[in-house]
């Protein structure tokens, strides 16, 4: 496989533009593409020396054949590097997370309030508290595993090397903990709070 850069004669939208951005993200995208394809045809799918050398000099080579192309800056073309399809990122992976997790979240504190009962409410409370963060981590862990999944599909290319620190997950894991936390003590709080005092019939209020 060659390392060639396929001109492209299209000329930029105006500067400010959205397209001028989404034009530049795609070339951007396509040109680090280019550099793992070769460097897994040229020095085998292992993270060595000589594939990364390979990566960096064909991805190297592109960036600078389309900063040529379109007159542009490196800062311009650095400025997008590592910028993400915020609608791909929040469609098909932040939402279908979200949604398993509010969903199995539900499932196990529900689980956990009724095994303990009414009258085991502080109990179950502190184990609500306890299983937040474990919760919340395990969360991150499947998103970036979906997110890495859904950018194989993307590059029909089952190795996207360092592309597995550009992913939401990755440059984002410490915020999703903390929100994947904050929602499971908030279904937990919830739960608890509905789970009040045997009414007068004598049945659990739910």
Request: aromatic share 6%; glycine share 6%.
């Amino acid at each position: 496989m060659a390392c060639r850069w396929t001109d492209d004669t299209r000329s930029l939208p105006a500067p400010g533009e959205r397209k001028r951005r989404a034009h530049l993200m795609e070339d951007v995208r396509v040109a680090k593409d280019l550099g793992i394809r070769y460097a897994d045809a040229s020095a085998g799918r292992m993270n060595t020396p000589t594939w990364r050398h390979a990566q960096a000099w064909c991805t190297g080579r592109a960036l600078a054949e389309i900063a040529r192309a379109h007159h542009l800056s490196s800062a311009e073309l650095t400025a997008v590097a590592g910028a993400r399809e915020l609608r791909i990122d929040l469609l098909a992976v932040f939402l279908p997370m979200a949604v398993l997790f509010l969903i199995t979240s539900r499932a196990v504190v529900a689980r956990i309030v009724r095994d303990y009962g009414p009258t085991g409410r502080g109990m179950a409370a502190v184990v609500l508290v306890i299983l937040a963060p474990l919760a919340a981590g395990v969360a991150v862990m499947l998103t970036q595993t979906w997110g890495t999944i859904v950018e194989q599909l993307r590059l029909r290319n089952e190795h996207i090397s360092y592309r597995a620190f550009e992913l939401p997950a990755s440059r984002h894991g410490w915020l999703l903990w903390a929100v994947a936390m904050v929602l499971f003590a908030g279904i937990g709080a919830v739960a608890l709070l509905r789970t009040s005092e045997p009414s007068r019939r004598g049945r659990v209020i739910r």
